[in-house]
């Protein structure tokens, strides 16, 4: 009988247990918009240093295939990263534009590649101390000759061809090799600009004469026509709303994100290793320097 008992026991505990747990998902998913019917507008975080495309454009395209969700905000905190992810985001955003209002809200910053995303967008807001724009490109490169050989170090490099080690940490960069970078730059710094035209609707010469790395405030940003509006993400969510037709205030909702680690939230989601070959090497970045300085 006290064997009996005990099993009641434990079963009764384990179908709380049980009870518990539905009733707690259930919650979950009410609070992050899973229990809201009708119509909504989702806001999607784009942070930090953009590095890895893939959990963003994979929750776009999400988004982009759910018939509830008729506006989709962007809310751009991100000094910029690397060129490939920036335009794989941009890209994204330009196929979800295509099925949804696509509204993107600046806060802090968002120069740079951050500024690349929001120009595929319907419309831009930003607050009017935002930093943003940042139009251009860099690379970066260290010289470690005379301090390798102050301490009895020499490097040797053996290569296929000229170029192969360009950028190379172990001598001077020769004159043709500076060239040839910056042909490179200036060929991806003049896809930046087309984009921003495409984007905005202005000429390429008018986004030439200030792609120059310059920053701006959200307001002067609006005065160059590079933002639509000043405001907030309240202001973008309900702007994103009447430009999809939802009447009254909008259903919004947070796509279920991963539980974010001290790293990942530092760094926007970007891995570990995605943001090593970002600051490692030769990559050619749409970022803007020293962002908090």
Known sequence: MIKCGALRNILAAFGAVVV????????ISIVSGGGVTGDKVAVVDIQGVIADPYEINKTLRELGERDDIKAVVLRIESPGGAVGPSQEIHGEILRLKEKKTVVASMGAIAASGGYYAAVAADKI????????????????FVN????LGKIGLKGYVVKSGKYKDVGSPLREMEKEERELLQTLINDVNGQFIKAVAEGRNLKTEEVR??????IFTGAQAKELKLVDELGGLSDAIALSASLAGIEGEPAVIYPERQKMSIWKTFSGGASIESLTELFTGLRVSYMIQNPAR
């Not at 470690?144 to 301090?147: G, I, P």
């Not at 004469?209 to 310059?214: E, H, P, Q, S, Y």
């Open 20 to 27: 518990c747990v539905i009733a707690l998902a259930i919650v």
């Open 125 to 140: 807001m930003a607050n009017p101390g935002t930093i943003t724009g940042s139009i251009g490109v860099i690379v970066e």
């Open 144 to 147: 470690a000759q005379e301090l």
């Open 209 to 214: 004469r200030i792609a120059d790395g310059r």
